[in-house]
């Protein structure tokens, strides 16, 4: 492998091709594409699979892919270590990378959203406990003078109380593409979406339970299944356990143009994933006039849904169907929490995020003593942070009780489009633990055990 320099590594599981690529993936590579436009050597190392080359250039940015699902991580060291690049964003989706074991570089720690109820569901209780150790545990420790970028409020105070300073976490939301124009008009009749990878923790299941709830009051309904993942089985089985199969429409993969058009042509779009880090499918719904119904307990649809205006949250099942129903009875409220879906959709944007990551790296290269980054890619990163179209939270207050207003955080921060960006304050400063159910959790029932103080 010839021996190139690098600016910016970003290390990550995935990249936006693999099958299994989703949101998360999305957002590094629009990061990734933001800074090298501005001429910065750009490198994404991530596992390889069969979809595309083990190398190649994708606007502007270097992709490298070696290794499998777990062996990517020891491969990913060996490259930090070989390549030593000046700065590294250290993509943990559960698991850490580990890169500040590789490199005196500055390490910024990216996280989507916080595991712990997704180890068990995915692993069974004894891997789940030791994924759960891993991220909770050894993680904060690796990172411990690391800087932390997250893309919501919900999953910066989750990250406190794992022991994560709170001064050292920005919150960086996703941005947003401009919704391709599309043809079809919305559906005459009842029609429901779930969009995104076709994995226990989405709980797909949720939607066809929902279908089969409302058949009987509403017998035009359909729900369109967008999306492709190794649980598509599962889900096929499910709905023919449930008699759905007939007005249940698996599309799986739709590139761009046909996802939006699918997402055009519904009422509603549902969201019943146990975990989100902000919920990119709300944006790309919202775009389009499309409410989204979730759970409350997701996290960060908290921040992706302004819940009551743009969309409904809720807490288990049953209030799940109710919201649906009431939106499909309500035409009027309906439209209404759309056009506000789109406003708030609009409001965000690749650009705007990327000026904001980039401050944190230029942040981690001046507070570096361990290196010194070269000025040329100070003044790449300046540059972007003299274009930056909003501002975006620099830290988090751990002693303040919520927004300005005195309402929490995340309200605060999502009243109005001039306060999105504002800074996130977390009052939780000491560490909890607690256990989960997995077949609970997978029925939106669990309820953690009491949480604990710890030092």
């Not at 600016?7 to 990061?31: C, I, K, Q, T």
């Not at 020891?74 to 930090?80: D, G, I, K, S």
């Not at 775009?287 to 949250?313: F, N």
Request: one cysteine or more; proline letters at 5%.
């Amino acid at each position: 492998m010839q021996s190139t320099a690098i600016d910016v590594l970003f290390v990550n599981w995935r990249d936006a091709s693999h099958p299994e690529g989703g949101g998360s993936e999305r957002y590094v590579h629009r990061m990734a594409e933001g800074l090298a436009a501005t001429g910065l050597r750009v490198t994404l190392f991530c596992a390889a699979h069969g979809r595309a080359p083990a190398e190649e250039t994708v606007k502007g940015v270097r992709v490298v892919r070696r290794g499998g699902r777990l062996s990517v991580y020891p491969r990913a060291l060996a490259f930090v270590r070989r390549h030593r690049p000046a700065l590294v964003v250290d993509v943990q989706n559960g698991l850490p990378f580990a890169s500040t074991l590789a490199t005196g570089a500055p390490v910024v720690n990216l996280v989507h959203h916080v595991h712990r109820e997704q180890w068990p569901i995915v692993f069974g209780r004894l891997g789940g406990a030791v994924g759960w150790w891993l991220e909770s545990r050894i993680a904060p420790r690796l990172y411990r003078r690391s800087r932390y970028v997250t893309v919501s409020g919900a999953t910066a105070a989750e990250l406190t109380t794992l022991g994560v300073d709170a001064e050292r976490i920005t919150i960086v939301p996703n941005g947003i593409e401009p919704a391709p124009a599309v043809a079809v008009l919305r559906s005459a009749t009842p029609r429901l979406v779930v969009l995104g990878r076709l994995v226990p923790h989405k709980r797909v299941e949720h939607a066809l339970e929902v279908v089969s709830r409302l058949r009987p009051r509403w017998p035009g309904i359909r729900l369109s299944v967008v999306g492709e993942g190794w649980w598509h089985e599962e889900l096929q089985a499910a709905a023919e356990r449930l008699g759905v199969t007939d007005v249940v429409e698996f599309h799986g993969f739709l590139d761009e143009q046909a996802k939006h058009e699918e997402l055009a042509r519904a009422w509603v779009h549902l969201c019943p994933s146990v975990k989100e880090g902000w919920g990119l499918v709300v944006s790309e719904a919202g775009h389009h006039e499309v409410p989204t119904v979730g759970y409350r307990s997701a996290g960060g649809l908290r921040e992706s849904v302004l819940d009551g205006r743009s969309g409904v949250l809720v807490e288990d099942l049953d209030q799940f169907t109710a919201a649906v129903e009431g939106l499909l009875a309500d035409g009027d409220a309906r439209r209404t929490m759309g056009r506000a879906a789109a406003r708030h959709a609009a409001s965000f944007s690749w650009p705007a995020s990327v000026a904001a990551l980039a401050g944190v790296l230029s942040g981690a290269a001046e507070g570096s003593a361990a290196v010194a980054v070269d000025h040329d890619v100070r003044r790449a990163l300046a540059a972007l942070l003299d274009d930056a179209a909003i501002r975006v939270g620099d830290g988090l207050d751990a002693h303040d009780d919520g927004g300005a207003d005195g309402r929490p955080a995340a309200q605060g921060q999502h009243d109005g489009d001039e306060r999105l960006h504002s800074r996130s304050r977390f009052r939780d400063g000491v560490r909890r633990s607690g256990t989960v159910d997995a077949r609970a959790i997978m029925h939106n029932t669990a309820a953690p055990t009491r949480p604990s103080a710890q030092a």
